[in-house]
Structure formats: C-alpha cells, structure tokens
C-alpha cells in the first residue's frame, strides 16, 4: 500500500509541476522549453521535440526540441514536415499515439533520412489536443536501450492534457494581442507613414469616407499598401469592434472561391460533409476586403453583383437567400476599364464598386517617402532581431533613391529585413543591400532638363493647394496666365 501511495503522489506531483510551469507564462516558446525539459527529466530519456500545427500552412513548427543532432533540427526547421508525413504527421493526421519500444529509427513511417540515421530506439509520440482538435505533437525517445513501465506512460500521456491548453491559450492570447496591436496600428491612421503631399490628399480622402456605407474600390501597383489602406478604412470607422476579414480572388480557382465567399450546404457537393459559412456571413457587421478583384470569374462577378445591390446571397446548394451587412472594400492592381473593354469584367459591377475610387501612387511616386519608409522599416527590424542597428549610411539611401521600386513598399521592407540580417556593421551599407539596388546608378534615362523639372516642380504645388491656381501661382511666383501655360492646362 505504501508503495502505491507514494507512486500516486509522484504522479501527482509530477502533473502538477507541469501545471504549474505552463501557467507561469502565455509565451509559447518558453513555456514549451520549460515543459519538455521536465518531461525528459521525469520519463528518463534523451530527447525530445514538441511540434505546434501552423493552422494556415497545416505545417509542423518544431517550437522546443532538447538533445536533438544539428542536422535534424536543421532539417525540421527548414524543411518544415506537415500533417500526413513522416511520424509526427502521422500522429496529427490519424490523432493516434505512437509508441515503438525498440529500433525506432528502423520503423518505415519515418520518411526522412535524418531521422533515420538518428539511432533512436526507444520512440513515443502523442497527439496534443484542446477542444478535441490535435494543436500539436509531443515526442521523446531514447538512443540507448529502454523500457518505461505503465505509470510513466499514463503520466506522460496525462501530462498532453495541460499542455496542449498551453498551446491553446498562448494561440488566443496571440491572436487578442494582433488585434489589440492592429487597432493601435491603425488608430488615427498611426501607422499609415507619409510625407508626399499625393498620399497626404489620398489620406484626407480616406479620413471622409471611413464611415460611409459606400463600396470602395482601391487601385495601386503590386506591393503600394492596398490592404493597409483598408484596414485603415475599417479599424478608423464605426466597424471597428466587428471583423476585418481579406481574401485574395487570385489565389483560389473558381469553386473553391465560391465556396470561401459564399459557404455551402450539406450535400451541395462531394465532400460537402455538413453546412459551411462562408466570408460574407462570417464579416457580417464589418468589412470584407477583396484583393484582386479582377481575378473573379463572370459567374461569381454576377454573385457579387447581387450583395452588393440587395445585401443577400445564396450559399451553394441552398435555395434560401441569407442577408448581411458587410461593407465591400475591393482593390486592383489592374485598369478595370480596359477588363470591361475585352469583357472580362462586368461594367455594372465596376460601377458598383467604383463608388469612391483610391489610387494609391508607386513609391517611386513618392520618393520623398523613402528614407522615411527605410527608417521606420529599419527600426522595426532591428528590434524584431536584437540588434542596434540605427543608421543607414548615406551610400546605402542613395541605392534606395535611386532604385525604381518595382516591388514598391512591400520589396523596400524586405530589402530592408534582409538588410538587418546580413549587416556586420553598426549601419546598414551599400553593400548590404541586394544587388539590384545596392549597385543601381541613377537613371540616366530619365529626362531630366530644366523644363521637365519645372514641370514636376509646378505639379507639385498644384497638388499641395488641392488644384487652386491662384494660390499656386501665389507660392510660385507666377501670375496666373503664365501658371496655366507652363502647367500646359488646356
């Protein structure tokens, strides 16, 4: 009896340990860390990995691992396994502990070469589970020789309870912390970073049309801040306590889009196992952002013709209309006009959804937004990666400024990522930036006379005065016949 007793209380103990330990914190990294360790310590074996499913990549983060070989952990990270390969995907996918009590390394369900040569003997994989949905994957094994007795297992097996709550609570704790981090991102347009009197305009537009209930059609090259814009638009407006949800038409084929908009009902199609919602009744009350639009095929163009005239839709499959209250912010990178000409795009639902137009310039527009852009990009990495980097030396700004930007903000942050990575000084370099921009002379192309410059000059104060000539005129220095002649107004 005493005996008993005393293994009881060891069991006890030992969950409670682990209770407490994945209690302490909401940082998942750590928290894992802390657990795995006691796991080994209390199982008695070598090693360990514990894996996080990536919900959107279905992909398998080793996120802790102890006494595992270089060239594994290498392989994991890298080559990241998803769920249905190899072992721990295995056990994901089937929701089925493994427990192989001898040659493990030997067994075929392990596909890749690395964890073959890893000379495990002893293997136990358990799925981690919260709210009857595998999170994650728990593994220990052993190179030597070993035998755990019932106890130690059903401890073990005890013990993925708590954690895979851990994984659970520290995923809603990040996921409360985005939204948190996103409204203070774009409250009051803070995190919307401009000097160029171009975005200033677009901005005051955007300022006066964040609580109309009117469509907004948002066009700008690949990369120039479309989907900013309309969460800027919707985190500034009264939808703001309500969801935010994007979709991009140009990543999935037509049915599967359907399915994603609109939802299904059971029976709808093979597979259609139960109903479905769809994007629309999941953004009702708030805002549903559709980037390239253009993408859309005819039949779901007419589909989306219909919500946005009458604000209902038909799931697939159902014969009964469901009603919401969304509001459609669509973007572009595409002159819609020239769609409508060949007939890939539908006149009425342009104009539907062209009530208020926003057409975002190309950095290389606005180049007077670039060293601010890199410096705030700058700062935001540095910090992300522990460094002190601060400064951009004056070679490495004049690639930027003289780089064209195909990519616009969107390449101009990952250069900078890279930048930060890869720099061995205190400063970013020239030579720290990829080749095409580091090394990039100035465009010699370009027309650069007197004349031109002019030109430009005058278009800007013209923007800078909303239009107003006799104002601009008054900046320039110009009467107002000579201003409309050199602005070459008609």
Not at 40 to 53: E, L, N, R, W
Not at 64 to 69: D, G, P, V
Not at 90 to 104: G, P, T
Not at 262 to 284: C, N, S
Request: charged residues 30%; glycine residues 6%.
């Amino acid at each position: 009896m005493p005996d008993v007793l005393e293994r009881q209380n060891k069991k006890l103990s030992i969950l409670y340990e682990i209770a407490l330990t994945v209690g302490k914190s909401l940082d998942l990294k750590t928290i894992l860390n802390e657990v795995l360790e006691k796991v080994i310590s209390f199982m008695g074996v070598d090693a360990g990995v514990i894996y996080v499913i990536d919900d959107e990549t279905l992909e398998m983060i080793p996120v802790a691992f102890r006494n595992i070989s270089e060239p594994v952990v290498k392989d994991l990270c890298e080559r990241r396994v998803k769920i249905g390969e190899c072992m721990c995907g295995s056990i994901a996918e089937c929701d089925r502990e493994v427990i192989i009590l001898e040659r493990a390394s030997l067994d075929p369900r392990f596909t890749r070469g690395v964890l073959k040569k890893e000379n495990m003997d002893f293997y136990a994989g358990l799925p981690l589970k919260a709210r009857n949905k595998v999170v994650g994957v728990l593994c220990v094994i052993s190179h030597a020789p070993y035998t755990p007795d019932h106890e130690l297992l059903d401890i073990l097996r005890a013990a993925t309870q708590p954690i895979g709550l851990a994984i659970e609570n520290a995923r809603m704790f990040e996921h409360t912390k985005k939204e948190v981090d996103a409204r203070m991102q774009y409250s009051n347009f803070a995190g919307l970073i401009t000097g160029s009197s171009r975005m200033v305009s677009i901005l005051d537009l955007v300022r006066k049309v964040t609580d109309v209930p009117s469509s907004i059609l948002i066009y700008g090259e690949s990369g120039t801040g479309k989907e900013l814009i309309a969460r800027a638009i919707h985190f500034n407006s009264i939808r703001r306590d309500n969801p935010f949800i994007a979709v991009n038409c140009a990543a999935l084929n037509e049915n599967l889009l359907e399915s994603e908009l609109f939802g299904y009902v059971k029976g709808a199609f093979t597979g259609a196992a139960g109903d479905k919602i769809g994007l629309f009744e999941a953004a009702d009350t708030g805002t549903l952002f559709l980037d390239e639009v253009e993408a859309m095929s005819k039949n779901l163009q007419v589909k989306l013709l219909r919500v946005l005239q009458d604000g209902t839709f038909f799931r697939v499959g159902s014969t009964h209309p469901t009603a919401v209250n969304v509001r459609i912010i669509a973007a572009t990178n595409q002159h819609l006009e020239e769609a409508i000409k060949t007939k890939q795009f539908r006149e009425d639902l342009y104009y539907r959804l062209n009530v208020i137009m926003i057409d975002l310039p190309p950095l290389r527009e606005r180049a007077e937004d670039i060293p601010l852009l890199a410096r705030y990009f700058l700062a935001k990495f540095s910090k992300r990666m522990g460094t002190d980097l601060r400064k951009i030396s004056d070679e490495a700004m004049q690639g930027f400024l003289n780089y064209s930007w195909p990519g616009n903000i969107r390449e101009l942050e990952n250069a900078l990522e890279r930048a930060v990575i890869v720099a061995e000084t205190e400063e970013i370099r020239a030579g720290d930036l990829p080749l095409t921009m580091g090394a990039q002379e100035p465009d010699l192309q370009r027309d650069w006379t007197l004349e031109r410059v002019k030109e430009e000059h005058i278009a800007k104060v013209l923007d800078l005065v909303g239009g107003n000539k006799k104002k601009a005129a008054k900046l320039l220095g110009l009467d107002t016949t000579t201003l409309w002649r050199k602005s070459k107004v008609e």
